[in-house]
Nanobody
Framework: VQLVESGGGLVQAGGSLRLSCAAS????????IAWFRQAPGKDREGISC????????YYADSVKGRFTISSDVAKNTVYLQINDLKPEDTATYYC???????????????????????WGQGTQVTVSS
């Protein structure tokens, strides 16, 4: 299994980025695929997930309205569109995969890092003010 993130970079506040998570060795529609981020000196934060159980997206409250997760099954890739970037979005962004069947209305149930067995290497997002 391999997850490869791309699309990070240096952007000005207010700008947008689309991060990609290309998967091999697993089918993205058979796993919960989530995005996490980690800023220096901070804990890893769960941002968003697409559930394999119901196909629904889930978002942390801190990113609702600005972040959109989507998937392209044909390309076996999951995307994270980030709009209106803020300096506090500066972090390394990781995608991760979890094979566990989950049915929950709570985003928090999908965004716990310890639930995820497979991780990418991360892509850096830096937002300048």
């Amino acid at each position: 299994v391999q997850l490869v993130e791309s699309g990070g970079g240096l952007v000005q506040a207010g700008g947008s980025l689309r991060l990609s998570c290309a998967a091999s060795g697993l089918a993205v529609d058979a796993y919960n695929i989530a995005w996490f981020r980690q800023a220096p000196g901070k804990d890893r934060e769960g941002i968003s997930c697409i559930s394999s159980s119901n196909g629904r997206p889930y978002y942390a409250d801190s990113v609702k309205g600005r972040f959109t997760i989507s998937s392209d099954v044909a390309k076996n890739t999951v995307y994270l569109q980030i709009n209106d970037l803020k300096p506090e979005d500066t972090a390394t962004y990781y995608c991760a995969a979890d094979a566990t069947f989950r049915l929950s209305p709570l985003a928090s149930d999908y965004l716990r890092p310890h639930n995820y067995a497979y991780w990418g290497q991360g892509t850096q997002v830096t937002v300048s003010s």
